[in-house]
C-alpha cells in the first residue's frame, strides 16, 4: 500500500472540522460531516469505485473482482466526531480500508470476493443521542422510524438532516450478508502503549451491566441524634462501594466496577439522609463472568443492609452482552502479524464500535493501533504513522488471503 498517499488523505480530511489545538469536531450530518462526505466520495469515484449510499446514510465503495455476486470482504468505520474531538477516532479505519482496496485494485489481481469501505453515520452519538446508530439500523437493532425520529439537541430530527446534506439513499443499498468485516481503529486506551506493542488483535467487546442501587434508612436531625441511634444509608451506600471496589480489584481480573452518579435524599446539610441511590457498572468480556460479578455486588449490597439495618434494592437498568470475534478471522490476522514480523497483543475492546453490530451480518474482527497517552475523544488524540504502518500491513495481509486465490497470494 502507498501511506504516502494513505497520509496526504489522512492530513486533507483532518482540516475538515479542524480544531485550534488540532483535533476536529464534525457532528454527525452537520454541514462538516457532509464536507467530509463530499471529499471521500470524490476520492471513491476518482479511484473507479462503485458507489452507493443507503437510507441511512451509510456509504459504501466497492470493487467488484471476478464475482460480484459473492459477499464482499468489508473494511471500514466513521468519519463523524464528538465535540472536540481527535483526528484518529473512526477516520483512521475509513481511509486505511480505502488505501487497501485502491492498492489492491492497482496491483489488477483478480478478486475472489467484492471488496467494499464502508462508512457508517453517526457513530459516535455525539448529536443523535445513541451510538453506532448507522450501523444498528442496518442490522435491525433499531427501527427505520426510530432512527428516522431521533432528534439532537436543536430539535432537528435526523431524517431531516439527512434529507438536507443529501445523503438519504435506497433502502436497496444497505449492507446485506458479508463474508467478512473488518475494523481497524485507534484502541481508545493505554494498553498497547504502556506495553510497546504496535497492534492490537481484538478478540471481541467487552459486555456490561448497569444497574441502581438505593439504600433507605431513617432520617434524623443531625444536631440532636447520637451516631450510635441512627440508620444512615449514606454510611451503607459508602460502605458498600467500597466492598465491591475492593473486591473487584482482589480479583486481578478484566473485571471493571463503575459509580458514576450518586443522590442523597433529602439533600440537607444538616439532615441525616433517609435515601441514597447511586449507579453500578459492571463490565467483563466473558458473559458468564459478567453475570457471576454482578451476582456477588448484589449479595454484598444485601450483606452491608443486614449489617448495617437498612434497606436495600438493587434495579437492573441495561444489559450488553459481550461480542466474541470471528476465531478463524482472529487467526488469518495474527497469521499476517507473524509472517511480517510485527508484534501483537490479543485484547478486548473497553468501548463499543460498529464492528460490535456488524457481527451480524457476518464473521468480524478488529485491529487496534496504540493511542498516544492512551488519550481519545479529545484534541490530544494521537497515533505514531510508525505503529499505523504496521497494523495497515498486517490489515492489508489479512485482507489479500481472504480475497485473493492462492496463487495470487504466493506471487505477491
Ligand atoms: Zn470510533
Redesign the pocket.
Known amino acids: 500500500m502507498n501511506v504516502e498517499r494513505l497520509k496526504r488523505r489522512f492530513n486533507k480530511m483532518a482540516e475538515i472540522g479542524a480544531t485550534e489545538r488540532g483535533g476536529v469536531q464534525r457532528l454527525a450530518l452537520s454541514d462538516l460531516d457532509k464536507e467530509a462526505r463530499d471529499l471521500w466520495m470524490k476520492w471513491a469515484r476518482e479511484a473507479n469505485f462503485n458507489v452507493r449510499f443507503d437510507d441511512f446514510g451509510n456509504m459504501y465503495a466497492r470493487l467488484n473482482g471476478r464475482f460480484p455476486e459473492k459477499r464482499p470482504i468489508v473494511l471500514g468505520?466513521?468519519l463523524d466526531s464528538v465535540p472536540q474531538g481527535g483526528r484518529f477516532?473512526?477516520t483512521l479505519g475509513v481511509l486505511v480500508g480505502f488505501e487497501i482496496m485502491e492498492s489492491l485494485k492497482e496491483r489488477e489481481l483478480e478478486l475472489q470476493h467484492p471488496v467494499e469501505v464502508a462508512v457508517f453515520s453517526n457513530?459516535e452519538g455525539a448529536r443523535f443521542p445513541t451510538p453506532m446508530l448507522g450501523s444498528g439500523a442496518i442490522t435491525g437493532v433499531f427501527t427505520k422510524q426510530h432512527v428516522y425520529d431521533m432528534k439532537d439537541n436543536n430539535e432537528l430530527r435526523f431524517e431531516d438532516e439527512l434529507k438536507r446534506i443529501g445523503y438519504q439513499g435506497e433502502e436497496t443499498n444497505r449492507l446485506k450478508q458479508v463474508e467478512a468485516f473488518i475494523e481497524l481503529?485507534i484502541e481508545q486506551g493505554p494498553v498497547l502503549e504502556s506495553r510497546t506493542i504496535p497492534v492490537g488483535v481484538v478478540k471481541g467487546i467487552q459486555g456490561l451491566s448497569w444497574h441502581q442501587v438505593q439504600f433507605s434508612g431513617e432520617s434524623d436531625h443531625a444536631g440532636t441524634t447520637p451516631l450510635d441511634h441512627r440508620k444512615d444509608p449514606l454510611l451503607s451506600a459508602v460502605r458498600a462501594v467500597y466492598r465491591i471496589n475492593s473486591w473487584v480489584n482482589s480479583l486481578n481480573d478484566e473485571t471493571l466496577v463503575t459509580f458514576g452518579k450518586f443522590h442523597t435524599m433529602p439533600g440537607t446539610i444538616n439532615v441525616i439522609p433517609s435515601e441514597v441511590t447511586f449507579s453500578m457498572d459492571i463490565r467483563h468480556p466473558d458473559r458468564s463472568t459478567l453475570l457471576n460479578r454482578v451476582e456477588v455486588a448484589k449479595r454484598l449490597v444485601r450483606e452491608i443492609a443486614l449489617e448495617d439495618d437498612t434497606l436495600s434494592l438493587c434495579e437492573d437498568l441495561s444489559f450488553m452482552p459481550p461480542v466474541d470475534f470471528d476465531h478463524s478471522l482472529i487467526e488469518t490476522l495474527k497469521e499476517s502479524c507473524g509472517h511480517q514480523g510485527i508484534e501483537y497483543l490479543e485484547l478486548f475492546s473497553g468501548a463499543g464500535?460498529d464492528a460490535m453490530y456488524l457481527n451480524r451480518l457476518g464473521r468480524t474482527v478488529m485491529v487496534f493501533t496504540p493511542s498516544t497517552g492512551g488519550k481519545s475523544h479529545c484534541e490530544e488524540e494521537e497515533t505514531s504513522w510508525e505503529d499505523i504502518k504496521l497494523a495497515s500491513a498486517a490489515m492489508e495481509q489479512t485482507v489479500a488471503k481472504l480475497s485473493l486465490s492462492r496463487q495470487e497470494i504466493i506471487d505477491t
Open positions: 468505520s466513521h477516532d473512526g457513530e481503529h464500535h
